[in-house]
């Protein structure tokens, strides 16, 4: 669908403290070129834009949306520019902020770069804090480390179809944070009947209960919308690290956390007598199905 | 005279069948004792309890409900884990003083007639209203730093078994003492073994 | 008169400080500005976490620090009795999702750096072949996500092996995905068949055609590249992998390479601070990336080019298209060679129990990459990170010029940003 020139979204993408991932993962947006031709891409750190960075650090035009890839610094600069600066410049007449990734959504991993001084746009992990803050009413977080390239461009397209995001109470979009990590997941079964995987690389077994996994308790939907079109995480036996939540990174990421054996955290919303009492129930009863390999090599052979 | 409930009802059927347990033993105790000492008919007992082992699992279920209520009442409240302790011991001993018919049932029938609740009670799950409590008791010990951290099992097995092992010897009137001169020390002992060693 | 040039589109920017002397580089400087202490982050967390934080030092080559910081976790493992082993069908999975990381960086450096630089400097007005890169990109990271889960930013690979147990659904998925990518680049970029590339000996064979190489080739002629941005002609590899061995090479004399031979020093940029250090072997600096691997595995094609062009700008551009296909090929062959039934994971003792150093090396796409640990009861002591960018694009002094210091000298400042890109550099993995 083409829109004439004057309607094309113009978009302005800076960075604070960053690795880049964010960029590299929308680069994997299957629909790229069509999305790309409804965009009136200002400046971007690798994509052809009008602009280049020196030219944009002069302050001297606008966009109709800013999309800020990194953990805030107010002391980084760019081109010998305080990034500070040229956040606020271009915020000022966006009618939206993008956050794009957890850093910029909470601080994320380089929060700990500057941990005294560097956060999120309107979020300092989980409290409400941040050069944006007065303006957060424009701004949309797309937490995630890094976001999943639909998620992107889910928002624009939403914005270019001049549609309202409805927004959790974290500043992310409903539709796309409503699901939690686990939805979807190959090994639900073996959630619910407790079946643990003991160590890694089996098909068989669900990583909740030692394995460090955060699915249950993360906002995301990666198991819905599948990374690359064909995967995820926990499908390949990677516990999910929780990165779109605001206490993205935690510590001794690959085992959970229990207390006397009892997880410290259980699914959301779910109260912890009431997850004892489900989970004693079902490990209880031993389904012999589901104690053996899914597929067994040797002796199908 | 008001009407008794379905569920008064079954109460005092639960109740009654405690004491007479207590009094002849389970395998003497017949269907018709209890509905006699009940005041009601045979056939009316089926109405409620199908099988003598359908009673006994509901009895399993009632004892660990009154525990596991218990337990609770002592969880919220906003006291630290060693006080909680010594009210944990403290109210299974005077249960066993005030109540013996209720955790004799436990000590000599639940947990040594397993050929019984094998099938209807696999596992913990007659006893899941008492288990997740304490399990909560120790989730909440660990997690404000007062408790070592540790495998649920050592931790519950020590606790309980120590528990019930005392009981055990009060049924037996081995102990010199009423339950009440211990609570104190098997409190501190517990407490001892348990606390967060940094 | 010093004249600052500031360069961006390098994962990041950095600021090149140009000493002319009639209109000709006579001396320059490299500061990388950002700094993001991931090291520093590092200490005091479990060994594990790093397999999570490290990736994030890059996000296009993330998963070679996944592979580094796991090589250097197992090194610690050996090095602390419990030695790790890995099942081929481990290593080979690990190796393939390698590959491809490093078939997606090069077809993006090909397609949205060189291409519209060769057009900058040609001053002509040429068609924007951006979403080639990233269209053949894409294709390459769906097959590293059948295996790894995600791209970027996976954390598949953990001590003892990889996570993922996959059946031959994803293998066969991975094999077309991959034959998609290999059919694409026959077409657009090569002009012939993958296997006839491979053949080649002499550029005249590559310069034939109106694919986007046979134009590259031709162009890079034009602008007499073959004589241009010379270096010492001094290679050194340092990862152990399927397709390339350790080795380092003065001209075509090959050397056998020790690890403790490497070091880093500061870098020299008096005009402005940087974060970067310069790496070295027994205080030599030495190219790495792309030229150096195809040299030192004595491709016909890349015998030739260097016999006449030695360490041109047009080697190295060269060199690395050539490894786009090499590595096309051997991707292939791990995928039809992986048995499915071999173990996925060999478990080994709890990471608590590991207290020693371990070093993890790995040739991510730009050259090797290292990861130093010191883990003490499992948990972070010290985290060194040494990346290739460190190698190919120091700083130094006019008495010891690092590659590509020397690669500009006496040339335009056009010629020599030029250059300087030819290096495929990266900000955000030189300062990490």
């Known amino acids: 669908m083409h829109l004439n020139p004057e309607t094309k979204l113009r978009i302005i993408w800076i960075q604070g403290v960053t690795c880049n991932a964010n960029i590299h993962s929308f680069l994997n947006l299957p629909s790229l070129p069509s999305l790309l031709d409804n965009l009136d891409m200002v400046y971007h750190p690798s994509l052809t834009s009008l602009h280049t960075l020196e030219e944009i650090t002069l302050l001297e035009t606008s966009c109709d949306v800013l999309i800020f890839e990194g953990a805030y610094d107010p002391l980084l600069k760019r081109n010998d520019v305080l990034v500070k600066n040229i956040l606020k410049h271009y915020s000022l007449n966006a009618k939206y902020v993008i956050a794009l990734g957890s850093c910029a959504s909470f601080g994320g991993i380089f929060k700990a770069s500057a941990p005294e001084r560097n956060s999120g746009l309107i979020f300092n992990e989980k409290e409400e804090f941040g050069p944006l803050l007065d303006s957060k009413a424009k701004v949309i977080n797309l937490s995630g480390c890094p976001i999943h390239p639909e998620w992107l461009s889910y928002t624009l397209n939403m914005i270019i179809n001049k549609r309202e995001v409805p927004l959790d109470n974290l500043y992310r979009p409903l539709e796309l944070y409503s699901n939690l990590a686990h939805h979807g997941c190959t090994r639900n079964e073996y959630f619910e009947w407790k079946i643990d995987t003991k160590g890694f690389g089996k098909k068989e077994g669900c990583m909740f209960y030692e394995q460090g996994c955060r699915g249950p308790m993360t906002h995301a939907s990666c198991n819905k919308i599948l990374w690359n079109e064909v995967s995820s995480k926990t499908r390949v036996g990677t516990p999910c690290f929780g990165c779109t939540e605001p206490d993205f990174p935690r510590s001794n990421l690959y085992s959970t956390k229990t207390n006397m054996s009892i997880p410290q955290d259980v699914p959301l919303g779910v109260p912890k007598r009431t997850y004892l009492t489900m989970t004693g129930m079902a490990k209880t009863f031993s389904i012999k199905r589901l104690e053996g390999k899914l597929i067994d090599y040797e002796t199908t052979d | ?198 | 008169m010093i004249t600052k040039q500031l360069i961006d589109q390098i994962e990041g920017e950095a600021s090149v400080y140009f000493d002319m002397k009639n209109e000709k580089v006579n001396f320059s400087t490299i500061a990388f500005p950002h700094f993001r202490g991931i090291e520093n982050i590092l200490k005091g967390k479990n060994a594990l976490d790093a397999l999570v934080i490290t990736p994030r030092v890059c996000g296009i080559c993330g998963h070679a620090h996944l592979m580094s910081s796991v090589r250097a976790i197992e090194d610690a493992y050996k090095n602390a009795g419990y030695e790790v082993h890995l099942s081929k069908k481990a290593k080979k999975i690990r190796e393939f999702t390698l590959v491809m990381e490093i078939i997606q960086n090069h077809l993006k450096w090909v397609y949205m750096v060189l291409i519209p630089e060769l057009s900058k400097l040609r001053n002509s007005n040429e068609e924007n072949y951006t979403l080639k890169g990233a269209y053949g990109a894409r294709l390459a990271t769906k097959a590293i996500s059948l295996l790894g889960g995600q791209w970027p930013h996976s954390s598949y690979m953990v001590p003892g092996g990889v996570t993922s147990d996959p059946t031959y659904i994803e293998i066969l998925q991975a094999q077309s995905i991959l034959k998609d990518l290999i059919q694409f680049f026959e077409k657009e970029s090569l002009g012939v068949n993958l296997d006839e590339f491979l053949t080649y000996k002499t550029p005249k064979e590559i310069s034939v055609g109106e694919a986007d190489v046979s134009k590259i080739e031709e162009h890079l002629i034009e602008l007499g590249m073959q004589e241009k941005g010379l270096a010492y002609d001094r290679f050194i590899m340092l990862g152990d992998h399927l397709f390339i061995n350790p080795i380092k090479m003065k001209q075509t004399r090959p050397f056998s390479v020790d690890i403790k031979h490497v070091s880093t020093v500061e870098s020299y940029s008096p005009n402005e601070k940087t974060y970067a250090r310069n790496a070295m072997y027994k205080d030599d600096y030495y190219e790495v990336g792309s030229l150096s691997r195809m040299m030192s595995l004595q491709i016909p094609l890349i015998k030739n080019i260097h016999r006449r062009y030695k360490d041109s700008a047009y080697s190295r551009v060269i060199a690395r298209i050539y490894e786009l296909a090499h590595l096309m090929k051997h991707a292939n062959e791990l995928l039809s060679t992986i048995s499915i039934s071999e173990n996925s994971c060999n478990k080994p003792i709890s990471i608590e129990k590991v207290t020693a150093s371990g070093i993890g090396i790995v040739e991510a796409p730009r050259g090797p990459l290292i990861h130093k640990v010191d883990i003490e009861n499992g948990i972070i002591n010290k985290y060194e990170i040494i990346t290739p960018t460190q190698w190919n694009i120091g700083s130094s002094t006019k008495d010891k010029l690092t590659p590509v210091q020397k690669t500009m000298f006496g040339h335009t400042k056009a010629e020599a940003l030029f250059i300087f890109r030819t290096f495929d550099v990266c900000s955000v993995c030189t300062t990490h």
Not at chain 2, 5 to 20: D, F, Q, Y
Not at chain 2, 63 to 84: C, D, P, Q, V
Not at chain 2, 181 to 195: T, V
């Open chain 2, 1 to 198: 005279m008001a009407r008794v409930t379905k569920e008064e009802r079954k109460s005092i059927i639960v109740l009654s069948a405690l004491k007479l347990f207590s009094q002849k033993g389970f395998y003497m105790t017949t269907i018709p004792d209890i509905a006699k000492y009940v005041g009601m008919s045979v056939g009316s007992f089926y109405n409620y309890f199908t099988s003598k082992d359908l009673l006994a699992k509901e009895l399993v279920i009632f004892i660990s409900e009154y525990l596991g209520k218990r337990i609770r009442e002592i969880n919220e409240e906003k006291i630290s884990t060693e006080e909680k302790i010594s009210k944990i011991v403290s109210m299974y001993f005077t249960m066993a003083e005030e109540k013996p018919e209720m955790i004799e049932y436990f000590l000599r029938v639940y947990l040594s007639n397993r050929e019984i609740f094998g099938k209807e009670c696999k596992g913990m799950i007659c006893v899941s209203s008492f288990v997740t409590e304490m399990m909560i008791f120790f989730d909440e010990g660990v997690e404000c730093g007062e408790l070592h951290n540790q495998d649920f099992f050592s931790a519950f097995g020590l606790f309980m078994g120590y528990l019930g092992g005392m009981v055990f010897l009060h049924g037996e009137e081995i102990l010199p003492g009423s339950l009440d001169e211990y609570k104190k020390d098997i409190s501190e002992n517990i407490f001892n073994a348990l606390k967060s060693r940094n």
